[in-house]
């Protein structure tokens, strides 16, 4: 079973799947679905729509030298049948795809090395450049926080307190019929019961 690679996206092109697009000249196009087809048509270049395998590479999100990719190129050499050489290249064909796996795990953290640090820095100018649209503290608030802090005993942040008070709180779920559940209470080895 051949899988041949979308000539638009890259994506793989299983047999019976997908348009195969015939050109006058002869050359023959295929394509794992529409969406690729019409862009081919309008003349679209793979290298500038994110979406594809080209610009992956091109933007260095893709392993692009690899030993492993060698496996996966079209080779055109009729090979008479042997059992133990179908075998052998099934466990070779399994073994690469667990390599290449590895490396493209191993590629990923490569790339995202320092990401969040970069978000957190990011996140943090945004808000210093529109600290005056976030919401202000009240006067007391401000005064407890002051005075914690000069206590010492309890270091509190300002940025964690507002994430706190933003906290909404959550309403209790009615019963159906407006009921109200009622539970019974152990006090001093007596039931009781209570309301919610």
């Not at 890259?10 to 015939?22: A, E, V």
């Not at 978000?119 to 002051?146: D, F, I, M, T």
């Not at 994430?163 to 709180?169: G, K, R, S, T, W």
Request: aromatic share 8%.
């Amino acid at each position: 079973m051949r899988v041949d690679p979308c000539y638009f996206c890259g994506r793989p092109t299983f047999p019976s799947k997908g348009l195969i697009f015939n050109r006058n000249d002869g050359k023959s196009f295929r394509f794992c679905r529409s969406k690729c087809h019409k862009n081919f048509k309008h003349r679209r270049n793979p290298n500038k729509l994110k979406w594809t395998k080209a610009y992956r590479m091109k933007a260095g999100k893709e392993m692009t030298v690899d030993s492993t990719l060698l496996f996966s190129a079209r080779r055109n050499v009729p090979v008479r049948y042997n059992r133990d050489l179908m075998e052998k290249t099934i466990q070779a064909m399994a073994r690469v795809s667990e390599i290449r796996a590895r490396r493209e795990r191993a590629f990923y953290k490569r790339r995202m090395v320092g990401k969040k640090a970069r978000e957190l820095a990011l996140a943090r100018k945004l808000v210093a450049e529109n600290e005056h649209l976030l919401p202000r503290l009240r006067g007391s608030e401000l005064r407890r926080l002051k005075e914690a802090a000069a206590d010492g005993d309890v270091a509190m942040d300002v940025e964690n307190e507002t994430e706190q008070d933003a906290v909404i709180p959550k309403r209790k779920s009615q019963v159906f019929g407006g009921e109200q559940r009622r539970l019974k209470v152990r006090i001093n080895d007596e039931m009781d019961s209570a309301l919610d």
